[in-house]
């Protein structure tokens, strides 16, 4: 009888994970396991694990057959997780500033609101002036939601009142939901880039990324968050709050590939993935593969 031999990237992140330091490492990574922020269905704090747990099942190269094989990943485990959020975003932040110390920092949500501390941290970390490219169906841009203002409807407005964020480096993609006051604040703030899904679908993906790229040249540092509800439900049915009418997983790879080849980014979070709202795993490979691509074009930039 043939004896089975699993092949060498069955282990967490494909076997790309160092056992250096974070100051040795590529890439820094952290679980943020909280939904408490979340105005509908609950989820994703569940999704920092499943992530992980199918990664050995995915191939250590890229879709154009880049090995990732020189990629040196530092996995700081999980944020603990707790429905208090005083207390779990003090520890997001701390331990957030561990992952800056790499000169790649990837973030799994949990909700949107995990962003919040998050950004804070990437403004006491990374050079100024920091851009922020912000993909998602929804503005969160709402000075308090349900009485909570670190709703994940709240995300957007918290960062922006940050002294390290500026409207002018904040672009929005992928929108297709809008609130009153959300209506409000982006009339009163012209800065702000707001590309709608409808204007991705109608201008292309090259477009879009050559006028976020435009927006935020001159940055020091480039964070981008993407909440998976960027895109359709077809594609990412295992979210919280799904919006019909969002971009495909094609368009989002080809602005994000855009974006990390122009731009100076240092961190990317991916939130709202909920394992327990998924279809066969649909929702998790989706955002699998956006980092996996990202390893790829970090491994490129280095």
């Not at 918290?158 to 929005?172: G, N, Q, V």
Request: proline share 7%.
């Amino acid at each position: 009888m043939t004896q089975h031999t699993d092949p060498p990237h069955r282990a967490v992140w494909s076997g790309l994970v160092s056992s250096a330091g974070a100051g040795d490492a590529d890439v820094g990574v952290l679980g943020l396991p909280f939904d408490g922020a979340s105005s509908f269905r609950l989820g994703s704090a569940q999704a920092p694990a499943r992530i992980r747990s199918l990664t050995p099942h995915v191939a250590p190269f890229t879709e154009e057959g880049l090995s990732l094989d020189g990629l040196r990943v530092h996995d700081l485990g999980d944020v603990q997780e707790t429905a208090d959020w005083t207390t779990f975003s003090a520890a997001a932040g701390a331990a957030a500033e561990t992952a800056f110390d790499c000169p790649f920092a990837l973030f799994l949500g949990g909700d949107h609101a995990v962003t919040i501390p998050l950004f804070e941290a990437a403004a006491r970390s990374l050079p100024a002036p920091i851009g922020v490219l912000h993909f998602d169906a929804h503005l969160d841009l709402m000075s308090s939601f349900e009485g909570h203002s670190w709703s994940h409807a709240c995300t957007a407005r918290r960062i922006l009142e940050s002294p390290a964020a500026d409207p002018a480096r904040f672009a929005f993609v992928g929108i297709r939901s809008w609130l009153g006051d959300e209506r409000v604040y982006v009339d009163e703030h012209p800065q702000l880039a707001v590309h709608t899904a409808r204007e991705v679908n109608a201008r292309g993906p090259a477009e879009i990324a050559k006028a976020v790229c435009g927006q935020l040249a001159g940055c020091a540092s480039v964070y981008i968050t993407v909440d998976i509800d960027v895109l359709d439900p077809a594609f990412a049915p295992g979210t919280g709050t799904p919006e019909a009418g969002g971009l495909p997983t094609r368009d989002l790879l080809e602005i994000l590939r855009t974006a990390f080849h122009d731009l100076p980014v240092r961190a990317l979070d991916v939130v709202e993935v909920s394992p327990p709202l998924d279809t066969s795993d649909i929702t998790s490979i989706a955002a699998i593969k956006l980092i996996y691509e990202a390893f790829g074009w970090i491994l490129a930039r280095r």
